[in-house]
């Protein structure tokens, strides 16, 4: 849906059902059409150009005000201004809150957000004080958006293209990533900092790893996130426990 209403859609979540709404002229309904079955097309009055701006609500998280530029930012906050467009991530959804809620209760350092989408949370944690910050993500049009919200809200971010799972990572303190469950055990198995933060999946999911305790979790509307604590690995740090007879 992104790549068909780039101008931004509503994902209503029934008990069994997922309805995804888009305000389209005829060339976004004619995409829109050519993807999916099912679609309905109710009629709307000239004003739709301007309401759609009305889903698309400022949040508060982490002590951080995070809405779009139409929106007057309050003066005095720490403030992330992001637009909703091509690539995933307004602030606004359940998992992308949930991280960020979690990065804020952190200790800072340097952050690594694997998956990064518009940028929104690489922003956020550059706001909360993490320092440096490295945003990935495999999808080029991610990459140019998050370079985008780095501009947007005056902030230096290294926004890199790469797959999370594969390539090299840059050392972080912490790690976040919004991605899907499975996504996230292959990244946890990476051991890529001794904290991670992750979240894209429903509650009463958690991913598996071993090596990894889960030291906190938060639950928003249906989605989970949990914080990763690593267990120290012995053969890797920590005094060396050894006992050396004198041969005699
Ligand atoms: C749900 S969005 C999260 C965006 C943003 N971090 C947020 O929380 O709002 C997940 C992002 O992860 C990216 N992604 C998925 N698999 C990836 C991988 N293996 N390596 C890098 N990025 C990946 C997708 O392209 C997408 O932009």
Redesign the pocket.
Known sequence: MLELAPDGFEEIDGSDWLELAAYADGACEERIRAAFTGVSVTPVDESWADRWREFHRPVRVGGLWIGPSWEQAPSGEDVVVVDPGR?????A?Q??RA??ELLAELERGALL??????????VAALRLGFQPVV?????PV?VEVARETATRNGVHLDVRE??????ALPPADVV?????LG?VE??LARRPARTLVS??YLVGRRPCANGWNVVRHLELEGWAAHVHAAVPDPARSGPRLGTRRNAH
């Open positions: 690539a995933f991530g307004t602030g959804h998992s992308t991280c960020i957000d694997a998956g990064c989408g518009s940028g929104v949370v690489a945003a990935v993500d495999l999808d991610a790469a797959d999370v799972l594969r390539d976040v990533a919004n991605i899907d996504a292959a990244l979240s894209g």
